[in-house]
């Protein structure tokens, strides 16, 4: 097999620039988790980044643009920025008080439980670390609910006669008959706290700035890619690509062993060897950029014209709608697979090694899946097209998200996202970009792509990220998945209608080559017949 070195400095780029995102991007949801963040203020948070995603992208371009001798350098800086950030996070300070790692506890006898005393009663209110919650309890002859303290101690909440107090002992009457009692304790209602902590305010900045960093690294990576490729290179770039999918799975499957075997089974997760991932893999990358030769963009005479001309085309303005829902399918498999996933963990008695298994679901989407349909996107695409293809990958998230709600363990949902991950994300992703690429005018390709990119992970990730947050709140996990599932079953029916029915003869035909020209080049080179 003939090594391309043409290629080579950006297989290394996206292997190792992939590799130091792997131990951390996919376990931020539940890092947030662990701290007590809810579903549905993580999917603000969430909401809002991609928003800061369309700000960022064409500030970054135009420091890029204006400090041309300066390219290299800042594209550098920028990657040691977003490592930072997302090393940082080892460095904030642990909350204080217990943690509620099930809901459940078996044989508790409530009238071996003090009573609260006025100071001890004031505490959760002044943030000391103290939390209380109202608790159900399940006795033999008697069900009855009274509001529980558990005292500031760090870790797992449990009852005690050291770390559990009664506040009301009016609603304890039942106590002294009723022992071996199973006992359901709702949330903590201490959010004011932990939302006016240090740690929180914390990790809403250095994510948000990490993951604004990541975005733009990842689409100057592209446009590297891209220029590299050559014009009509971009079936090729799936395997270019694919050598970030083989780095990311690599360490983050690494990362979820090691924290599960860092913690010592403990249910709050210690992540210093995901750090320590990232600080490596990241130090190894700045050395390989050394080689990348960032792109030279020849842009458009009238590249606004060239574009507003482009974007009043239906059958553009459907591309665009639907891909908007292919990034909102995707924000919440992104966003909130792994916190489904610990509910699941949860209620089947899979916490002790729930970080392993999440690791091992990413090694499995990308070492499995995304390898493969990275790989075979170009033939896929050069057989069916983008309309066919288009509508197998909708079809195909219906079918993912309808399975991991039927999963009964966190371990069947491996073997799921093994399948289904590549004829979704992989094979969606590569679609987009490439109908983008194809569709654009002459001079119009980085443009376009960014509007496209807006459109998918941007405007789609805030829509996604905020409705499933709401939906995950009230319906939770199961209802919510099966939702979605229908909507990308729908869509997967609407857009096969429509690609019948009408875009069938506007879409870009990716069996030959077919180049495009600007409005006044075709223009030129057209013979108008006179009236």
């Known amino acids: 097999m003939k090594l391309n070195?043409?290629?080579?400095?950006?297989?290394?780029?996206?292997?190792?620039?992939?590799?130091?995102?792997?131990?951390?991007?996919?376990?931020?949801p539940v890092y947030g988790k662990q701290l007590g963040v809810s579903p549905l203020v993580m999917g603000s948070i969430t909401a809002v980044l991609p928003i800061l995603f369309l700000i960022a992208k064409p500030a970054f371009g135009f420091l890029v643009d204006y400090f041309d001798s300066w390219k290299k350098s800042i594209f550098v800086a920028l990657l040691a920025v977003t490592s930072t950030c997302y090393v940082c996070m080892c460095f904030l300070p642990v909350l204080p008080g217990p943690v509620l790692p099930d809901h459940r506890f078996i044989n508790i006898s409530c009238?071996?439980?003090?009573?609260?005393?006025?100071?001890?009663?004031?505490?959760?209110?002044?943030?000391?670390?103290?939390?209380?919650?109202?608790?159900?309890?399940?006795?033999?002859?008697?069900?009855?609910?009274t509001t529980i303290l558990f005292q500031a101690v760090k870790g797992e909440a449990s009852f005690s006669s050291n770390t559990t107090c009664l506040i009301n002992a009016n609603s304890t009457s039942y106590c002294s008959q009723s022992t071996n009692c199973n006992v359901t304790c709702d949330d903590f209602?201490?959010?004011?706290?932990?939302?006016?902590?240090?740690?929180?305010?914390?990790?809403?900045?250095?994510?948000?700035?990490?993951?604004?960093?990541?975005?733009?690294?990842?689409?100057?990576s592209d446009a590297i890619c891209f220029d590299i490729l050559g014009v009509g290179g971009e079936m090729g770039y799936g395997r270019q690509r694919v050598w970030g999918t083989?780095?990311?799975?690599?360490?983050?499957?690494?990362?979820?062993?090691?924290?599960?075997?860092?913690?010592?089974?403990?249910?709050?997760?210690?992540?210093?060897?995901?750090?320590?991932?990232?600080?490596?893999?990241?130090?190894?990358?700045?050395?390989?950029?050394?080689?990348?030769?960032?792109?030279?963009?020849?842009?458009?005479?009238?590249?606004?014209?060239?574009?507003?001309?482009?974007?009043?085309?239906k059958h553009i303005i459907i591309f665009l709608c639907f891909a908007t829902i292919a990034?909102?399918?995707?924000?919440?498999?992104?966003?909130f697979l792994f916190w489904y996933l610990e509910d699941l963990a949860m209620t089947t008695g899979h916490m002790n090694e729930i970080k392993l298994i999440e690791g091992l679901i990413v090694a499995a989407e990308t070492l499995g899946g995304e390898?493969?349909?990275?790989?075979?996107?170009?033939?896929?695409?050069?057989?069916?097209?983008?309309?066919?293809?288009?509508?197998?990958?909708?079809?195909?998230?219906?079918?993912?998200?309808?399975?991991?709600?039927?999963?009964?363990?966190?371990?069947?949902?491996?073997?799921?996202?093994l399948f289904m991950q590549g004829p979704t994300y992989a094979l969606c992703y590569t679609t987009i970009v490439a109908y983008a690429s194809k569709v654009a005018p002459t001079g119009t390709s980085a443009t376009v792509q960014g509007i496209v990119a807006g459109m998918d992970d941007g405007f789609g990730f805030a829509i996604g990220s905020l409705i499933g947050g709401i939906f995950y709140k009230i319906f939770g996990g199961v209802i919510t998945l099966r939702i979605f599932s229908f909507t990308a079953a729908i869509t997967a029916f609407m857009y096969l209608v429509l690609h019948?029915?009408?875009?069938?003869?506007?879409?870009?035909?990716?069996?030959?080559?077919?180049?495009?020209?600007?409005?006044?080049?075709?223009?030129?080179?057209?013979?108008?017949?006179?009236?």
């Open 189 to 220: 209602k201490d959010k004011h706290c932990l939302y006016s902590s240090a740690t929180f305010w914390g990790f809403v900045f250095l994510m948000c700035l990490g993951n604004i960093g990541f975005n733009v690294s990842n689409s100057i």
């Open 246 to 313: 083989i780095g990311f799975g690599i360490t983050a499957s690494l990362a979820g062993s090691l924290v599960d075997y860092w913690s010592k089974g403990e249910i709050i997760k210690i992540y210093t060897p995901a750090f320590l991932l990232v600080f490596v893999f990241s130090f190894i990358d700045l050395f390989c950029c050394k080689k990348l030769k960032l792109p030279i963009m020849v842009g458009s005479t009238n590249i606004l014209k060239d574009v507003s001309q482009l974007l009043k085309l």
């Open 371 to 417: 390898i493969i349909f990275f790989s075979l996107s170009g033939k896929i695409l050069k057989k069916l097209g983008f309309g066919y293809t288009f509508t197998f990958c909708f079809v195909c998230y219906a079918i993912r998200l309808g399975l991991i709600s039927l999963a009964s363990t966190p371990w069947w949902i491996i073997p799921i996202e």
């Open 500 to 531: 019948v029915a009408y875009l069938k003869h506007m879409t870009p035909d990716t069996r030959r080559n077919v180049e495009w020209k600007t409005p006044e080049e075709a223009k030129d080179k057209c013979v108008v017949a006179e009236a």
């Open 111 to 145: 009238d071996l439980l003090p009573h609260c005393s006025l100071e001890d009663i004031s505490r959760p209110d002044l943030c000391t670390g103290a939390k209380n919650t109202t608790c159900h309890w399940t006795c033999k002859d008697e069900h009855f609910s």
């Open 5 to 28: 070195y043409k290629q080579l400095p950006i297989k290394a780029h996206y292997f190792f620039f992939m590799a130091a995102m792997g131990p951390i991007l996919p376990f931020l």
């Open 327 to 335: 990034g909102i399918l995707d924000s919440f498999i992104i966003y």
